[in-house]
């Protein structure tokens, strides 16, 4: 699979550097005299690197924080709290101008093409739009072309920029979303489910799409799915969030191949085996339930009301993400970051 072809491991300084992202959205009562009640807390202390040129997939169930964690890095969310560095910049007090030119540098590509997409536009003008707020990337002149030659990178008919969305399929209209990303020349690209809402026979075709273009352009990479599956082929490293907390990190082979947090063990376990012996050998652990609300989370680990290993510390300390004590020892896959009190690896 081309997918999995030219991966990098850079070693330079982060492109990105989020610290205890936060961002709670406020729940109120009262028509009138609205007062605050509670907090959903969506994000809750999220922090992580992406280096350039890699690509970070970030995993978790529906409601776990993922686009909300995407919507913060592009600036469509004010974080409640924390930190999101863009090279030297702390993007929280950067002046507006300097903060819109930075903006251009980080792109996004949302979940679903059929409505991310204005209806009333043209093509041209949809993948045309980011240069009418930054025109000093491309010229008056010069955008048509532009906008001709972002349809034939992402392998549309340049012919077609005078029709609208709905005269495209969900996989074409998704690859009209990601010219649209691409416009600005971006170096950072936020994918937020960028396949979920396809059928499963293009799902391949995007996401090989975005692997060719993210070595074409040199682009890094945030890959949001609530599926393991999905960003094995491209990711470098996985980040595994629940309940607005990333619980496991790490590249993709500690994360696939020596899982140490129960929520990973159980996603994938979830994930089908190609190979018919080793399901039948392999237990399936079943997660039940659904995720908690995040106006409520769990005291201590958050997981523990789902989680067949929980005992009482774990309802009363919340476990770090951090190098778990039995593997600070162990050399290899197994020692990576897990927030769990009884991380193991079978
Ligand atoms: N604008 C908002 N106002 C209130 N709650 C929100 C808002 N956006 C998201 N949430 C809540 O935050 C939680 C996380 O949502 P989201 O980031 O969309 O998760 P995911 O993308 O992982 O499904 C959910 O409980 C969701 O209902
Ligand atoms: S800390 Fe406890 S409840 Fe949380 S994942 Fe580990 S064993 Fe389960
Ligand atoms: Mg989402």
Redesign the pocket.
């Known amino acids: 699979m081309p997918a999995t072809s030219g991966r990098r491991r850079s070693v330079a300084e982060p492109i990105l550097q989020v610290r205890n992202l936060v961002k709670h959205?406020p729940l109120t009562q009262g028509a009138l005299f609205r007062r605050q009640v509670g907090a959903?807390r969506?994000?809750d202390g999220v922090s992580f690197d992406l280096r350039p040129g890699e690509t970070l997939g970030v995993v978790?169930?529906?409601?776990?924080?993922?686009?909300?964690?995407?919507?913060l890095l592009v600036g469509l969310?004010r974080p409640t709290a924390g930190e999101i560095r863009y090279r030297d910049d702390d993007l929280s007090r950067l002046s507006r101008r300097a903060l819109r030119a930075v903006r251009r540098n980080i792109q996004m590509v949302f979940q679903d093409p059929y409505t991310s997409l204005n209806p009333r536009m043209t093509v041209g003008d949809i993948v045309g739009e980011p240069f009418e707020i930054h025109p000093e990337v491309a010229p008056k002149g010069e955008r048509r072309r532009r906008v001709r030659e972002l349809l034939d990178v992402v392998g549309l008919n340049p012919e077609y920029v005078n029709r609208y969305p709905h005269q495209f399929s969900g996989g074409q209209r998704q690859r009209i979303g990601i010219a649209r990303a691409l416009a600005l020349k971006p170096e950072i690209i936020i994918c937020?489910?960028p396949v979920s809402a396809l059928d499963v026979s293009v799902r391949a075709q995007v996401i090989n799409l975005m692997a060719r273009l993210r070595g074409e352009f040199g682009l890094s990479c945030v890959f949001?799915a609530?599926d393991l599956s999905v960003v094995r082929h491209i990711s470098d490293r996985v980040a595994v969030?629940y309940l607005?907390k990333i619980v496991e990190i790490g590249s993709d082979r500690e994360i696939y191949e020596h899982p140490t947090h129960p929520y990973t063990q159980a996603l994938l376990s979830a994930v089908p085996v190609p190979d018919p012996e080793a399901a039948r050998r392999g237990e399936r652990i079943i997660l039940r339930g659904d995720v908690p609300?995040?106006?409520d989370p769990p005291t201590g680990c958050r997981f523990r009301t789902r989680c067949w290993k929980a005992t009482e510390i774990c309802a009363t300390a919340p476990p770090p993400l951090a190098v778990p004590l039995a593997f600070a020892d162990a050399t290899g896959a197994r020692r990576h970051e897990s927030a769990c009190h009884y991380a193991t690896s079978e």
């Open positions: 959205f959903v969506a994000v978790g169930e529906s409601g776990c924080g993922k686009s909300t964690v995407a919507r969310e937020d489910e949001i609530h969030m607005g609300s995040p106006a």
